[in-house]
């Protein structure tokens, strides 16, 4: 069956792709709005109203939202990243209704209690403090300090302990109501999903919202520059990445396939030769992120401290070289990975809800798994070697922690 796209008459989305041969669904509300639409004394705001929805709302307390969602045998969660916030639920194909009353609730009527809030402070500068003391989690919040200094999308998007702290109620709902507007958010189900009854729902919960658009966040700016923590661990976690492509770009594609065979798995160059062929690291690989105007591509290794100058040094060796010498082999075994990622990845409701949403958010439509396929396959090797030689001769960002590794971005 096909996706669809509806809009409410305020301009919210409502995209529905029902999945035959299931009995559950995924339903979810995205908002297109994360951590870097924060001002800097408020950081860790859009991850705190994430938090302190599940406390309270609508007509339900914290552990109303919890029974009713588990009498159920349904699943309720939610998520905050750079520039998107979700909240989701896993439900039985009868429970839409459910699902969808408890996710309005969280964005329409949240009880944002000043108790509860003080208390849940505590639980945030917990999970804050479990990353920064996990070496290969709180080294990405570091890179992107490197590379984004002084701007939205280098800080956390936890916050800080003393962000954290000035955080208020009437910041909660503020953040709300300047930012969950409907032409930002999306409501997207996939699975066993009644289209009509999603729609009629949409209607009734979210139809009342008056029009408007989320304020876009500022530009960032990508900046050569380096980052070190030199607390002791038994390794030294180090990262570099280079300024790449936004989300939306027509490259991406081609960028993600040369993410895929330089360290994408076990067979990767960036494996074979650091780790396989050298011992000299457990942990290997890169990766490509999107974002609105600007985008990284990485590596990201954990080595002995008396390896870690040279796995550094081999890995933008091999990248380097695999971008020069990119072969048809590679070129056909990384659309091969991409390909049955998305698809062994699409035959689950979440991620099929999610694929939903994404799309809408960076393409601004619904991109089908045959268009994305199509798109893997249309790569050729010459735009690969294109690509990636422009990114990798672009500026870079390095992070490191644990050890005394000379910094050179």
């Known amino acids: 069956m096909t996706a669809r796209l509806h809009r409410l008459p305020n301009g919210l989305a409502v995209a529905v792709d029902p999945m035959p041969g299931v009995e559950t669904l995924a339903v979810g509300l995205y908002a297109s709005v994360g951590s870097r639409s924060e001002r800097a004394h408020l950081s860790g705001l859009a991850h705190m109203v994430e938090h302190m929805v599940f406390k309270g709302a ?17 699943s309720l969660n939610a998520w ?41 402070k505590g639980v945030v500068l917990s999970e804050l403090g479990e990353a920064r003391d996990t070496p290969d989690d709180i080294i990405f919040d570091n ?12 800080r956390a998007v936890l916050g800080s302990e003393e962000s954290i702290a000035v955080i208020g109620a009437a910041d909660l709902h503020s953040w709300l109501d300047t930012h969950y507007r409907p032409g930002g958010l999306i409501l997207a189900a996939a699975g066993k999903v009644d289209e009509d009854a999603l729609l009629r729902l949409a209607e009734a919960r979210f139809g009342d919202l008056a029009p408007g658009t989320p304020p876009a966040p500022p530009p960032a700016h990508f900046r050569a520059g380096a980052h070190a923590d030199k607390r002791r661990f038994d390794q030294v976690h180090l990262a570099f990445v280079h300024e790449a492509l936004p989300a939306d770009h027509p490259d991406a ?38 974002y609105r105007e600007t985008g990284v591509l990485g590596v990201y290794c954990a080595a002995d401290a008396g390896d870690a100058a040279r796995a550094l040094a081999l890995s933008r060796g091999i990248l380097a070289a695999t971008a020069d010498g990119f072969t048809e082999a590679e070129l056909a075994r990384a659309k091969a990975q ?58 870079s960002a390095l992070a490191t922690v644990g050890g005394k590794l000379a910094l050179a971005a």
């Open 80 to 120: 905050t990243s750079r520039e998107t916030t979700a909240f989701h639920a896993r439900m039985l194909a009868g429970d839409l209704a459910l699902g969808v009353d408890i996710i309005a609730d969280f964005v329409r009527a949240p009880h944002f209690n000043a108790d509860e809030l003080e208390r849940e």
């Open 338 to 395: 991409a390909r049955s990622g998305l698809l062994m990845g699409l035959e689950s409701v979440q991620a099929r809800a999610d694929h939903l949403a994404r799309s809408l958010e960076v393409r601004g439509r619904i991109v089908d798994a045959v268009e994305s396929v199509a798109e893997i396959d249309a790569v050729t090797v010459d735009q690969v070697r294109r690509v990636a030689g422009a990114v990798l001769a672009g500026p």
């Open 253 to 290: 594609p081609a960028l993600a396939l040369f993410s895929q065979a330089a360290g994408g798995g076990m067979s990767s160059r960036l494996f074979q030769q650091v780790r396989e062929e050298l011992g000299l690291a457990y942990s290997i690989y890169s990766w490509a992120a999107g």
């Open 58 to 74: 609508g007509s339900r307390d914290a552990r109303a939202i919890a029974e009713d969602v588990e009498d159920a045998g349904g």
């Open 143 to 154: 890179l992107n300090a490197a590379c984004f200094p002084g701007q939205p999308l280098g």
